[in-house]
């Protein structure tokens, strides 16, 4: 039998350590103590790296109880697979910095022969820094299946980063239908020094998602938003921030009608040295969020105004020099293309990673998020976890061996009108195990 729901796929090698599906190609790989990505540094003029990952897996990916919400005329409702996760790096330093990624993720169903994408995506960014003054502009495309990667409890959920070489999001681990569309992203940044305590910075991020097989109430979308932002040292380890934001665009899969939002928020940062190359750092930011909805998606007449508190806290502790803990605490506004109504998300993460031996890596990963309708309760109501666990032994500086367990679990309730296809509720597990290759072609 033929499902619609994909199973997790791990994007492995040169992907960060904590976010093993979702984080920008960066090589070398994240533990610079460890063996593999030992090596020559980011500190050369001309960069090329390559990586490939072949991972064998098993899923288990759809209750009994889940079967009849999932379209029979697609792939996959568990079993074995093939994947192939592939990727590369240019990057070149000098008055003006340009760094560019690309990466595919492929798998393969042996028992059906058929191979099927699931996320491609290329970046790239210049940055330039004259003075006091920087400059960031990147610009990215990506193709991918649906996901609801920004309601999930991942580390990093709710932005998109402002990193030279970003190349968007694929996603894979959260693919959950075959509704795919290409998502295009152009980023700039500006920020001036008014002196060794204080600087101001701006910000301005355009998206376009254009629809694979557009129907009346999957159609194309776009948005944008801009803002400002001031930060001053009282002292060497302490900072306070202030920061204005503008947001306006259609949102979600069945939009009506344009949103916008202004919303201001109060931050505190600290960081404290532990040694010589260990910083322990913590951040708490609050605000509040205007904003104005097409309540067509749910039934409403005309636009409805809506105020929420929001706010985030993180803190990233170095156990030791081989072992780092992270935890974060999210409430946030989310406009997330495959739902029917911007939402509501609070959410708490946590991680730690580090260093068994010279050889072998461990992560692990916790998190929980829940949600609303920002309009009504009664239209939408979510909740989501996501743990995994992951061991890499390093049988070189540029190869290594990997296993992993995951599960993620989401259920939308209420009865909220998802894309056809697309179950409202979804309880995944699956291993992976498979080799990790990574090649500094370019160093000079």
Known sequence: MKFTVRPLVVAIGVIALHVPAVAQVTIPPESTRGLFGSGPRAEAKTQLDLRASVIEGYDNDVTTALISTVDPGNLQGGGFSTMLDTGAMYAWRGKTDVVANVNSVLRHYSEFGTTQSLGHRAGIGVSRTIGGTSLIANQSAAFSPTYFYNVLPVPGGGGTPFEVGNSGVTAPNYTVSDFASYTYTTMLSLSHSLGPRSSVGATGQYF??????????????????????????????????????????EYGHRAEGNTTEVSLNFGVDYSRPMSATRRASMGVHVGISGADYPGGQIGLTGFQRRYRTIGDASLSYPISQDWLATGSIRRGLEYVSDLPTPVVSNGATGSISGLLTHRIDLNLLLGYASGESILSSQALVFDTYTSSVRIRYAVSRTFALFGEYFRYYYDFKNGVLLPPGMPPGLDRKGVRAGLSLWVPVVRR
């Open 208 to 249: 376009y998602t254009n629809r694979v097989q557009e129907t009346e109430n999957w159609s194309d979308v776009s948005n944008y938003n801009v803002g400002g932002r001031y930060s001053r040292n009282t002292t060497r380890n302490v900072a306070f921030s202030t920061e204005l934001r503008y947001r306006s665009g």
